[in-house]
């Protein structure tokens, strides 16, 4: 299982210089972008699936912004359209705030290889039609903060012991002094307490892409670093406070009745860090099933729940108690 470091994205945003910028409300120049996009494409040796964004399945949309892949202020947009590749982790949006945005996803938080993907994507869809540039500035984007290399990029960072002792806050601060954002990872609406956490890159503009991304990996693998003090030092005190959090996790998952994906992934990091400490004897695989049935696309656990005739919240509570205690 996972942890620290859950997973990274990037994006770069792109905008033809014969086209009108915004083309979210202008069908004519969504479009336009679309046919570009497609012959690309059709020549790649992947195998792309064409998504129109606003009738995709909420919970692969979910999962596909979870991921960097969409951008979450175009999920109602009727213009949008997206072109996944079969593995979901190489994604061309096009017609959101820009023209396209070409995000790649890593599982295992490497920028670098998302970089990578990217980059050939982006040259290859500009050979006919070059994208906007300013000598100055770099790449215009519909949104000022995006220009200049137009890249953004996200780490995903599990941190409950910065989170248990209130370090977040301190964490941000510092964060915010390098021009990266430290912010929580549950949507706005959502209050999981799973410790889970983006950083991100504040500035684009008169930084390379490359740069960036070397600043924010930096940057991760100083909290993942003092994450990691902070469980040893936690462990060898056997610290009470600690303690209880992770107790009163298992004692939630070992017996109740009902639990929501949010909440079970409050479970999944308080029974995380007491696997790490050495508090709980849970296995690997455990952990993993835990994270991808609340974290996951939840369409299959909606389904079988209606099929028992059971809530999901309730089918949600059974199935972990059968995953941490034989179900009783």
């Given at each position: 299982m996972k942890d620290f470091l859950m997973g990274g994205a990037v994006c770069l945003r792109r905008n033809y210089a014969d086209l009108p910028f915004s083309p979210d409300n202008r069908a004519d120049v969504a479009q336009a972008v679309n046919e570009r996009v497609l012959p690309v494409l059709e020549k790649e040796e992947d195998t792309f699936t064409y998504l129109m964004v606003q009738q995709m399945e909420p919970e692969q949309r979910r999962v596909l912004i979870a991921h960097g892949l969409l951008d979450p202020d175009s999920a109602d947009n009727a213009l949008s359209s997206a072109y996944l590749r079969q593995d979901d982790c190489l994604c061309v949006q096009t017609a959101a705030a820009d023209h396209l945005r070409i995000a790649a996803y890593d599982e295992d938080g490497s920028l670098s290889d998302c970089l990578?993907?990217?980059?050939?994507?982006?040259?290859?869809?500009?050979?006919?039609?070059?994208?906007?540039?300013?000598?100055?500035?770099?790449?215009?984007?519909?949104?000022?903060?995006?220009?200049?290399?137009?890249?953004?990029?996200?780490?995903?960072?599990?941190?409950?012991?910065?989170?248990?002792?209130?370090?977040?806050?301190?964490?941000?601060?510092?964060c915010g002094m390098a021009g990266l954002l430290l912010r929580c990872a549950a949507p706005a609406q959502e209050e999981r307490g799973d410790a889970l956490y983006l950083l991100e890159n504040r500035m684009t503009l008169g930084i390379e892409a490359a740069d960036i991304?070397?600043?924010?990996?930096?940057?991760?693998?100083?909290?993942?670093?003092?994450?990691?003090?902070?469980?040893?030092?936690?462990?060898?005190?056997?610290?009470?406070?600690?303690?209880?959090?992770?107790?009163?996790?298992?004692?939630?998952?070992?017996?109740?009745?009902?639990?929501?994906?949010?909440?079970?992934?409050?479970?999944?990091?308080?029974?995380?860090?007491?696997?790490?400490?050495?508090?709980?004897?849970?296995?690997q695989a455990q952990l993993e099933k835990l994270y991808l049935m609340c974290a996951g696309t939840q369409s299959a656990l909606e389904a079988a729940a209606k099929q028992q005739s059971a809530a999901p919240d309730v089918l949600r509570a059974r199935r972990i108690r059968d995953l941490i205690h034989g179900g009783n």
């Open positions: 990578a993907l990217c980059l050939p994507l982006e040259q290859a869809l500009a050979v006919d039609h070059p994208y906007a540039r300013s000598a100055q500035y770099g790449h215009l984007t519909a949104r000022p903060c995006d220009a200049g290399s137009g890249l953004r990029a996200s780490l995903l960072l599990h941190l409950p012991m910065l989170t248990l002792l209130k370090q977040i806050p301190n964490m941000t601060r510092l991304v070397r600043r924010l990996q930096s940057h991760a693998e100083r909290l993942t670093a003092l994450e990691r003090q902070l469980r040893v030092k936690a462990a060898e005190r056997a610290d009470d406070f600690v303690l209880d959090a992770i107790y009163r996790a298992y004692g939630v998952a070992r017996y109740a009745r009902k639990i929501s994906r949010a909440e079970g992934m409050h479970l999944w990091s308080a029974l995380t860090l007491g696997q790490a400490l050495g508090t709980l004897n849970m296995q």
